[in-house]
């Protein structure tokens, strides 16, 4: 019964599109990271994020340690990649190309938005961690890819409506 709860659970929450992003810091062996879909604004003061991450994941128990992290919001041309984050391996870095920012933090290059974080506070939720971060420094590239997106199981990308002189939104007066 349990196992089917839970594989109705995901069925049902594949309903609900999510972006995708990459956790991504530097352990003693290099950059490590995770693909995550349950990435979100938190608080505008202070500045702070979230994201969920199971306890079995070891890259991100090599992140935690290191205690700074940059979040990489993927762009549409990042399946490929994400599924190798996602995917367990000993060196997800090899072949991607990344860089380390002034900080000294790990990024993916042609991702569409990059925010570099400090751990702040995590609370356990039943499998999995719930991460909450500070917001150290943020950054998006204004270009013309949009985001990956993950829906019911498999991956898209956003196309927005066109907008028409009835939906335009006004500025208030």
Known sequence: MIQQDEVRFRAVLGHYTTGVAVIAGLAESGPVGLAVNSFTAVSLRPLLVSFCVSHSSSSWRMVRHGGRF????LSEHQRELCQRMATPAQDKFEGVDWF?????????SGAIARLECTTDVVYPAGDHDIVIAAVDNLEADEGPNGPLVFYRGDYGR????????????????
């Open 158 to 173: 956003f196309s927005p409506f066109e907008r028409s002189p009835i939906c335009q939104l006004r500025p208030d007066s």
């Open 100 to 108: 380390l920012s002034a900080q000294g933090i790990p990024g993916l």
């Open 70 to 73: 940059s979040v990489n919001v």
